[in-house]
């Protein structure tokens, strides 16, 4: 938008520039024009005091599911929940129908995003065709279309060689690789963690060297060609420890974590519980604790949601045959500002895993509030407590497992390229 808005009396947290600290902050013809003194008089005044205002949140894991299965989200309900969520960048996952595995779709979606208009849509483009995991797509020229990583997510890139290939062609441009670790000879069936629950409830489990073996080829196949290699969604207490080892060896492997996995424990499927199916699955006690020890002590640089919402007819059905995912944009903040609270993360370095790191890895503008940048700000009360209703989420995935329960944390005002598209509660525009 035209005009001036002042952030007024805000704590700032940019973790880009190591800002930290109350000040205004100044927007002008969307961009952020000052931070502190600045000469002239606001058109709009949000008041933030006792707030804290950082750059726009980046949930780089996200299933937009449009083209192909809108009825369970689409772009704009997508971009909606993100907003409403404080996210401003998203990237979405190239499983949709038509795959995002040819320049036309990544066309399509990124056009679809600007009429829409409300955050960034980033698309991560398919490692192979179909995602059958056999022959490559043409990465460089999805590259040149808006895809920002590939993936083949909902699948990994089971077959060795042409994971092989896949690393080897993206190192010579320096994209990076993004794997779904599942081998699925080892989880074929499951549909939870395999251990006592999965044993208790009599379902067919996934164990964690699914994920494990998958993590630890890929990082020999990564060290050979020189590689960018980011696991998504880690979640075994094995797959931290091998990305630790790799980075130590100076390695180019990065990761990120999921809410869920860093919150919440299979225990949560007992009763049946559907809307805690995942994959991968939530896990042990012990799993989460690793993953918690790995954001602190920056082995897991990104948290990500892997947002997977889904309709309530591939929900309701039993354990073994509902779907797996969870909706996470909308959750996202209040879920992991539990890790400041207990002393794991400091709000600086939580922020940081959703604005600046993934920024980095991506290489996205957006992440900072560096004058001159493109003013996506959240704007977020890190202590008001409220209940989550699913029904009242804006996503159409009502597929969360923290129906009913208390979240802490509430974003008040999201502000997009200098625009309020959220505020009050309410999506505008
Ligand atoms: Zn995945």
Known sequence: ???????????????????????????????????GAYDGEADEVIDADGKIVCPGLIDMHVHLREPGQEWKEDIESGSRAAVAGGVTSICCMPNTGPHIDHAGIALQIIARARQVGLCNVHPIGAVTKNLEGKELTEMRELSRCG???????????????????????????????????????????????????????????????????????????????????????????????????????????????????????????????????????????????????????GTIEVIATDHAPHHEDDKRCGLSCAAFGIVGLETMLPVSLELVRSGVLTMPDLIAKMTANPARLLGLESGTLSVGAEADVTIFDADTTWVLDREKMVSKGKNTPWHGKEMTGLVTHTVKAGRIVFAEGEVRG
């Not at 044993?199 to 164990?207: A, I, N, W, Y």
């Open 147 to 297: 895809c920002v990583a590939f993936s083949d997510d909902g699948l990994p890139i089971w077959h060795a060689g042409v994971m092989r290939k896949a690393l080897e062609y993206a190192s010579s441009f320096g994209f990076m690789v993004i794997q779904h670790a599942e081998e699925k000879q080892l989880t074929a069936g499951g549909a939870i963690n395999e251990g006592w629950v999965s044993t208790q409830l009599g379902v067919s489990g996934m164990p964690a060297e699914g994920e494990d073996s998958m993590i630890a080829r890929d990082i020999m196949l990564a060290r050979r060609a020189d590689a960018r290699y980011h696991v998504a969604h880690i979640s075994t207490q094995g797959g931290v420890a091998l990305v630790r080892k790799a980075r130590a060896e100076g390695l180019k492997v990065s990761t990120e974590a999921a809410p869920h996995h860093f919150a919440l424990t299979e225990e949560e499927v007992l009763g049946y519980n559907v809307d805690a199916k995942v994959s991968p699955p939530l896990r042990t006690e012990a799993d989460r604790l690793a993953v918690i020890e790995g954001l602190r002590d």
């Open 1 to 35: 938008m035209s005009g001036k808005l002042l952030i007024k009396n805000g704590h700032i947290i940019d973790p880009a520039n190591g800002l930290d600290e109350v000040a205004n902050l100044w927007i002008v013809e969307g961009k952020v024009a000052a931070i």
